[in-house]
């Protein structure tokens, strides 16, 4: 097998963060889904956009997120995802590659194409974020647009449960993986929030029962979601059989990982002040994965997860401020 290249390669929504802090009543006047997910149209983002207060721009995405936290814990990262020649799909591209991740992905420039796509993320005191997302040109990834040999020089091929129900980026990560295990490489999937399951249950079932995913990351809650279990350890018993290696993150319980019938649980790293948890998910996945590609075992690769995700809710936003590379020492 030819040496990796790239240690993780990432394949996700390419969604630029707005982020703005209110109170319960801007939540409950506008009907959002505290704490939680929705998805919107174009129109309906421009509304609650200008609604919002002062907020901060910044490329996002949950993959992307991921991707982000690797390169700063000194891994080799790259990321896929469709953006649009504007604004926003300009102030993804720079930040991504000011953060060292590698992103060539060309930009869509037909001028009737969507805007690059927004998650308008709002921060209540109670540190809660709940996220309004409109895809926009993120969902117009297709299988042309992947750099073939890029996918098969990564070690680990990730991609996110949110960019997985249309048809057309679903079809560009059936291929991503194709070509990954074709290079023998590994595959890491996350179902990303529990919002996703619903209209995709049956296609991650027949994902995972095809034995397509060798990694899975899944809270508690969304593991329950997909088997239809009645308790975690009965949701347990039915992925582990399926995935070589499985992941459940707990919030502040920690997390537990299996793996040819090992389990190993870490307790959640503490945090002084937690402050907000947008990107707790995807840190998590960033330090588990860059533990991983450089041959750590399951203890290590879930402690760094922890650690990982300890930061990115001691502040504002879901990229990393402390200096990582220090806090996981790799």
Known sequence: M????IDILAIGDAIVDVIATCDDAFIAAHGLPKGGMQLLDSGSAERLYAAMGNARETSGGSA??????????????AFIGQITDDQLGDIFRHDMQ???VQFDTPSLTDPDAPPTGRCLILVTPDAQRTMNTSPGASHLLSP????????????????EGYLFGPELPRAAMMRAIDIAHGAGREIAFTLSESVCIPGRREAFTQMIDRGSIDLLFANEHEALQLTGAS??????????GKVPTLVITRGSEGALALQDGEGVEVPAAPVRNVVDTTGAGDLFAAGF???RARGHDLS???????????????????RPEADLRLLVNL
């Open 2 to 5: 030819i040496k990796p290249a």
């Open 64 to 77: 992307a997120n991921s991707m982000a936290g690797i390169a700063a814990m000194g891994g080799r990262a």
């Open 98 to 100: 000011a953060l060292g």
């Open 144 to 159: 042309s647009a992947l750099d073939e040999a890029l996918i098969a020089s990564a070690a680990i091929l990730y991609l």
């Open 231 to 240: 308790g975690l350890g009965e949701a347990l018993a039915m992925l582990s």
């Open 289 to 291: 994965l860059v533990a």
């Open 300 to 318: 290590r690769c879930l402690a760094t997860g922890a650690i990982s995700a300890a930061e990115i809710i001691s502040h504002f936003g879901a």
